[in-house]
Structures are given as C-alpha cells and as structure tokens.
C-alpha cells in the first residue's frame, strides 16, 4: 500500500507502488497487489490498512507532488496501526533522507521509527548505490542470497558513501542545514508576502522546500527564465510548486544571492501574461 501523490521510482515494482498514472503510461501492465490511501489521512489509513496489508509505504516528505510533508500524526497513526495490524513500515526516503531535512534520517526528524528505509542518490553524491536499512525483526524474512543485484557493493560508489558520511560528522552538517534552511525559508515567506497573488507560503523542511505558485501563473515560467535569465536551477514539481532542493553545502551567502535572483525573475515575470 502507498500514498495519493506518491513517486516511489521507475522500475515496474516502484511504478506499481507509485500513485501517478502519468508515470505508468508506456509501462504497463504493471505488478498487481498494491492499493493506495490519501496521504495525511489518518481516518482513510485506518480503514485501509487491515489484516491482508503487507506493507505500507510512505515518503516522510512527497518531493514530486510538490514538497508536502506528512503530518506527524499521520507517521504516528501508520506506526501504530502497522503494529497492530502485522503490517511493515516502509520510509522512502530517496529524496528526503540523507540529511535534507536536518537530520541524517527523516524518521529522525518525525521522531518514527519505521520497520524499513530506503535510501539513493544522496548517500554516495550522485554516483550510483541504493541501500535499504531494516529492521532486526523485519530482516528475519530475508536470507543470505534472497536479494541481490549485478552492480550491489560498486566499490567506487561505496567510497563515495563512506566519505560523505564522514563528511558530514566532521562539519556538523545538520546544523548547517538547518540554517540554512532558515535562511531560505524566510525568502521565499517574504517573496510569498509581496506577491500574495502570485505564490502560497513556502513549505517543507531543511533545505527541502516547495513555492506553491497559483494559477494562472506556472512554475514552470519561473523556473525556466530563473535558468536562462539568472542562471539558477529551480524545478517546476506536482501541482505547480517550484522545488528548491540546493546542496546541502550551499553557504547562507549563497542562499542570500539565489534568493535575489529568484526575486528579480519573480517580479518581471508576475503578470498574468508574464506567468504564462
């Protein structure tokens, strides 16, 4: 079982769990046996999740619908019905892990614990690893052999790994993140404050940030003229929000100027024929 605007991944098992049909066309027929339950809604997990649920997997923060956070009652809900019910917890935490909220972990941050994560591309800086931490009592189901893959254990990739974390520990990177989250945060509120027709106020967490922009305008325009105009990648993501996902190295004087960057192409492009 997933979640509505859920993005779980490209291969056939990850699109079958993946709740955006936009993803599945050219692909099926996709794996059977997965249903799906409105995020943040603890009244529908409650009634979705019984004796004949395995799993239920959930992004701590849904990064291609647009940066929404699940609220903590919602992990709260899935842990204790999960409990209850025989059913594993899964964290995908591909795009939210790996210290973009602040913390190594995002179930660190939720204050969650689930039976299952699973982590990508941050953990060794864009080379290639994936890696799926679980739980003692969850690991009993797997033996030596029962999963593998051709290129599992790439030494160069694993390196990689290996020196981020170290990374990490000697510059205190979780607090940085924090800061500096703070410091984005804050722009975007403000640019959110000045053109009130133009964008909602920001949300995510760390240095994982949405801009919900409204119609007519699109995040897209935005995120175009901020590249070719100012040189600043930005994504237009889900339901028409800017994605801000910098690295996480990026210094507050960074983030000051990439702000005014964005303010500059926000203000020239906020008319409704502008925004188009």
């Given at each position: 079982?997933?979640?509505?605007g ?6 056939l098992g990850?699109l ?9 066309e ?6 059977g046996?997965f249903?799906?339950?409105a995020?943040n ?16 997997i ?6 291609e619908s647009?940066v929404?956070?699940?609220d903590p ?9 999960c409990s209850?019910r025989g059913?594993?917890?899964i ?13 190594l972990f ?5 204050g969650i ?5 699973t ?7 864009g080379?290639p ?6 739980d003692e009592?969850?690991?009993s ?7 593998g893959t051709?290129f ?6 694993c390196?990689?790994a290996?020196?981020?974390l ?10 940085h993140v924090a800061?500096v989250g703070?410091?984005l ?5 403000k640019?959110a ?6 964008f909602?106020p920001?949300?995510?967490i760390?240095?994982?940030l949405?801009?919900p922009?409204?119609e007519p305008?699109?995040?897209k325009?935005?995120?175009d003229?901020?590249?070719l ?11 028409n ?18 702000l005014?960057?964005l303010h ?13």
């Amino acid at each position: 079982m997933s979640c509505t605007g859920s993005f779980h991944g490209r291969t056939l098992g990850a699109l079958a769990a993946t709740a955006n049909a936009k993803y599945h066309e050219g692909f099926e027929p996709l794996p059977g046996g997965f249903s799906f339950t409105a995020f943040n809604d603890v009244a529908a997990l409650d009634a979705a999740i019984d004796d004949t649920v395995a799993a239920f997997i959930v992004e701590p923060v849904q990064g291609e619908s647009g940066v929404k956070p699940a609220d903590p009652a919602f992990l709260a809900a899935a842990r204790r019905l999960c409990s209850e019910r025989g059913a594993l917890l899964i964290f995908d935490e591909i795009q939210c892990g790996m210290g973009r909220l602040g913390s190594l972990f995002a179930f660190q941050h939720f204050g969650i614990r689930p039976d299952v994560v699973t982590l990508a591309k941050a953990l060794a800086n864009g080379l290639p690893i994936g890696a799926m931490l679980v739980d003692e009592s969850a690991a009993s189901g797997l033996q030596p052999g029962d999963h593998g893959t051709t290129f599992g254990g790439s030494p160069v990739p694993c390196a990689a790994a290996l020196a981020h974390l170290r990374f990490r520990d000697e510059h205190d990177l979780d607090a940085h993140v924090a800061e500096v989250g703070e410091v984005l945060r804050a722009g975007l509120g403000k640019l959110a404050g000045q053109l009130p027709n133009v964008f909602a106020p920001p949300r995510g967490i760390g240095m994982m940030l949405g801009l919900p922009v409204r119609e007519p305008f699109k995040a897209k325009t935005f995120a175009d003229a901020a590249l070719l105009e100012e040189h600043l990648i930005l994504n237009a993501a889900g339901d028409n929000t800017l994605r801000i996902v910098p690295p996480l190295v990026l210094s507050v004087g960074e983030a000051q100027d990439g702000l005014e960057r964005l303010h500059r192409i926000c203000a020239a492009h906020s008319t409704p024929n502008g925004g188009k």
